[in-house]
T-cell receptor
Framework: EAGVAQSPRYKIIEKRQSVAFWCNPI?????LYWYQQILGQGPKLLIQ????????DSQLPKDRFSAERLKGVDSTLKIQPAKLEDSAVYLC?????????????FGPGTRLTVL | GDSVTQMEGPVTLSEEAFLTINCTYT??????LFWYVQYPGEGLQLLLK?????DKGSNKGFEATYRKETTSFHLEKGSVQVSDSAVYFC??????????FGTGTRLKVLA
């Protein structure tokens, strides 16, 4: 079974530029999550989708971050414009069902460096 | 608010040493508890989990027991190997179905 795919793996941009990350979850997984992992910290949930609807985006900085999950499969996370403090690893995860004790499967992440 | 606190690393051990990584959580209700592991260059992988008090999760020689009285979920392994070198994250899943992770503990095992 293929895992969660993310691209690109690495991205370096200058502040005020825009960037987009892509995630392809495990086939059949209804729930998709985007996390931000700053160096030395644990992952922080940015947004959670159930199929193509948003379940929780309370920690998403909506003035600069946006995410969509068209057709309930792939998802993109965009930052526009980027700030220095956005430098982090952006992790995508998926799970079969919403919430409960269902295991989340993580992709390898995209490491973003903002200069 | 809900939180998870882990011991700070890095933890450096010799091969075959005993490992303990402490984890405590704030308790609103009865969350499910998890340990995830992140090997270099890879995503997080579920290592073990426990869903109620006194449950013991175990996998690959690692164990953790859900202790409600001390709100703890310490990770233990009797004999670590070089291949166990990684970052370990404790996490809780509460009533809002939101994972809350600790800051991670880096383990380095020397041959």
């Amino acid at each position: 079974e293929a895992g969660v795919a993310q691209s690109p793996r690495y991205k370096i941009i200058e502040k005020r530029q825009s960037v987009a990350f892509w995630c392809n979850p495990i086939s059949g997984h209804a729930t998709l999550y985007w996390y931000q992992q700053i160096l030395g910290q644990g992952p922080k949930l940015l947004i959670q989708f159930q199929n193509n609807g948003v379940v929780d985006d309370s920690q998403l900085p909506k003035d600069r971050f946006s995410a969509e999950r068209l057709k309930g499969v792939d998802s993109t996370l965009k930052i526009q414009p980027a700030k220095l403090e956005d430098s982090a690893v952006y992790l995508c995860a998926s799970s079969l069902v919403k919430g409960g004790i269902d295991e989340q499967f993580f992709g390898p992440g995209t490491r973003l460096t903002v200069l | 608010g809900d939180s998870v606190t882990q011991m700070e690393g890095p933890v450096t051990l010799s091969e075959e040493a005993f490992l303990t990584i402490n984890c405590t959580y704030t308790a609103t209700g009865y969350p499910s508890l998890f340990w995830y592991v992140q090997y270099p260059g890879e995503g997080l992988q579920l290592l073990l989990k426990a869903t109620k008090a006194d449950d013991k999760g175990s996998n690959k020689g690692f164990e953790a027991t859900y202790r409600k009285e001390t709100t703890s979920f310490h990770l233990e392994k009797g004999s670590v190997q070089v291949s166990d070198s990684a970052v370990y994250f404790c996490a809780r899943l509460g009533g809002t179905y939101k994972y809350i992770f600790g800051t991670g503990t880096r383990l380095k095992v020397l041959a």
